[in-house]
């Protein structure tokens, strides 16, 4: 094929042009929430849009690391601190990012012009051996809704690169909405529920033991175990294209379509934190006390899961209260009542309104669209 057609092929497909990575955050610049320990069930956990999922499978811990391959400055690093040695049969472990649906519409899934997918990535681990990839289909509510695979990491603590086809999905198209269209999972520990049938590569099915190779490793079974992951691409097509960079702003207004704080960036959410920006509520004299609005960065996905934490020291009784921000002498505390979300704005009602007139008072607050 000649240079020119090979351009119009990658143009045809879509590979050439921006945004064909349908991964957010793939290059783990952004982090959030910060450093998150003792995860032991599901935690979206360090690199905003990724999450840790498990059932008896040890306790970790997710943070953003500098080790990194040439081209990248950061990864994800999932650190084992309590051990699980020997998995139960449903016990299990795997690291995901799920993709909005209606970001998935030039996939023409569904149809028999279903468009193939490569899934790339880099990735780190003292452990050796054999790891199961997945994608599931999110809008396929039962039938041949996995497509697994499988990659080896050959030498320890050495940064490999490892690409996963993923043939295009005929059956059932990818409903145009703000649901899950696709799961994307790295299995790092599987009981024999996930392992005991026979995974053929690269194939849609829907039997539960066939999702995860029978060798697959057990990343739970020491505390010295770690697993690192960076460039992480799914794009259009049977060839992986070098990873689409794109600036640390860019990628920031994509994450908090699905989650935002009012915490300063590098500020890990937490009670008694001082000198952060605040969102400010000024007193009122209605009787819903306090009717404050925050107009959200960017608009989520959905209407929000709200935390508000208190601007100095934690509560001295149960729930989330506020705090003059002018005078740091009035130590009063302001219970919050409720929060009403929605995906472009936060509206704060307190119990009893605040006594000092014309000062503005504040929390802090996360919000949380996540798929």
């Not at 709200?306 to 130590?331: C, E, F, K, R």
Request: charged share 15%; aromatic share 10%.
């Amino acid at each position: 094929m000649s240079k020119a057609a090979e351009l119009a092929a990658l143009i045809g497909s879509g590979q050439a042009q921006g945004n064909r990575n349908t991964i957010i955050n793939g290059a783990m610049q952004v982090q959030q929430r910060g450093t998150v320990t003792g995860i032991t069930g599901t935690a979206y956990g360090s690199c905003d849009r990724f999450k840790l999922q498990m059932t008896n499978a040890g306790t970790w811990t997710a943070s953003q690391d500098a080790s990194a391959p040439s081209g990248f400055t950061t990864s994800n690093k999932l650190d084992c601190t309590t051990a699980d040695a020997s998995l139960a049969a449903a016990d299990f472990m795997f690291y995901a990012q799920h993709v909005e649906a209606q970001n998935l519409q030039n996939l023409k899934w569904g149809t028999s012009n279903a468009e193939s997918l490569t899934l790339s990535f880099w990735v780190k681990s003292n452990k050796t051996g054999v790891y199961s990839t997945e994608i599931q289909h999110g809008d396929m509510g039962s039938g041949n809704y996995w497509n697994n695979n499988t990659y080896t990491i050959s030498s320890a603590n050495t940064w490999e690169y490892k690409t996963i086809p993923i043939t295009g999905e005929t059956s059932t198209a990818i409903n145009n909405d703000n649901g899950i269209g696709l799961y994307v999972r790295w299995w790092l520990a599987s009981g024999t529920d996930y392992s005991s049938g026979t995974q053929a590569a690269n194939t849609w099915q829907g039997t539960a033991a066939n999702r995860v190779k029978n060798n697959q490793v057990n990343l739970a079974d020491n505390t010295s175990n770690d697993w690192l992951i960076t460039g992480v691409q799914l794009e259009i097509g049977d060839v992986a294209t070098p990873f689409e960079h794109e600036d640390i702003g860019t990628t920031l207004a994509k994450c908090q379509r699905y989650y935002q704080k009012s915490f300063a960036y590098g500020t890990a959410p937490v009670n008694d934190i001082t000198g952060v920006r605040m969102s400010e509520m000024p007193p009122s004299n209605s009787a819903s006390y306090g009717g404050a609005v925050v107009y959200l960065e960017k608009t989520m996905r959905a209407n929000p899961s709200v935390v508000a934490y208190n601007p100095q020291a934690a509560p001295s009784n149960s729930g989330a209260y506020i705090n003059d921000l002018v005078n740091s002498s009035v130590t009063t505390e302001y219970q919050i009542a409720s929060v009403e979300s929605l995906s472009s704005k936060l509206r704060f009602l307190l119990t009893t309104a605040p006594t000092t007139g014309g000062n503005p008072y504040g929390c802090n607050w996360t919000a949380e669209a996540e798929l």
